[in-house]
T-cell receptor, first 116, second 115 residues
Framework: AQKITQTQPGMFVQEKEAVTLDCTYD???????LFWYKQPSSGEMIFLIY??????QNATEGRYSLNFQKARKSANLVISASQLGDSAMYFCAMGLRTSNTGKLIFGQGTTLQVKP | DAGVIQSPRHEVTEMGQEVTLRCKPISGHDYLFWYRQTMMRGLELLIY????????DSGMPEDRFSAKMPNASFSTLKIQPSEPRDSAVYFC?????????????FGPGTRLTVL
């Protein structure tokens, strides 16, 4: 069964340091996409980064990078040079497309708090 | 573009009442998604549309929930009759593809409270 697991309910990081948020996924489909979203306390969902299952290189978007280890089925988010504004809930998600429909599955989220 | 627009932002209603949530997706996006977020169950996909056609409603919790997309710029999620366990934040999202490299664009959400 398809599944996303985020094992860290909460994380702390010092401002300006890097932090890694863990995400593992489970699927037998060869084609899928992995996403990370940020949800600040204001509630909106903000797309951060995408990694396709066939992408050879790890995705990067500014201070965000996705450490994609396909054999281990992990897609960890790395935030470099943390800022106070990075304090939020972070969700890992997986999208799969079957022959006539698709699935989108979100993890339970990790709350990140950045300390000044 | 104004982004995905949802209304109302907050809704408080009494058990048994009909609730209608509204969504305007980003112009040009072929996919529209309705999600529900609760503390207990996290973020769940309820239903999604492709070119105004419902593709998968397997996430809709029960027959009290229904969704429509009469045109490319408008969708509704209706709960009739509402129950206290329906209290949640309901998000609408849109994207150009089902798995879009730009991700999905979420609306601000509707916080529903059923008393």
């Amino acid at each position: 069964a398809q599944k996303i697991t985020q094992t860290q309910p909460g994380m702390f990081v010092q401002e300006k340091e890097a932090v890694t948020l863990d995400c593992t996924y489970d699927t037998s489909d060869p084609s899928y996409g992995l996403f990370w979203y940020k949800q600040p306390s204001s509630g909106e969902m903000i797309f951060l980064i995408y990694q396709g299952s066939y992408d050879q290189q790890n995705a990067t978007e500014g201070r965000y990078s996705l450490n994609f280890q396909k054999a281990r089925k992990s897609a960890n988010l790395v935030i470099s040079a943390s800022q106070l504004g990075d304090s939020a809930m972070y969700f890992c998600a997986m999208g799969l497309r079957t022959s006539n429909t698709g699935k989108l599955i979100f993890g339970q989220g990790t709350t990140l708090q950045v300390k000044p | 573009d104004a982004g995905v627009i949802q209304s109302p932002r907050h809704e408080v209603t009494e058990m048994g009442q009909e609730v209608t949530l509204r969504c305007k997706p980003i112009s040009g996006h072929d996919y529209l998604f309705w999600y529900r977020q609760t503390m207990m169950r996290g973020l769940e996909l309820l239903i999604y549309f492709n070119n105004n056609v419902p593709i998968d409603d397997s996430g809709m919790p029960e027959d009290r929930f229904s969704a429509k997309m009469p045109n490319a710029s408008f969708s509704t999620l209706k709960i009739q009759p509402s129950e206290p366990r329906d209290s949640a934040v309901y998000f609408c999202a849109s994207s150009q593809d089902f798995i879009a490299v730009t991700g999905q664009f979420f609306g601000p959400g509707t916080r529903l409270t059923v008393l």
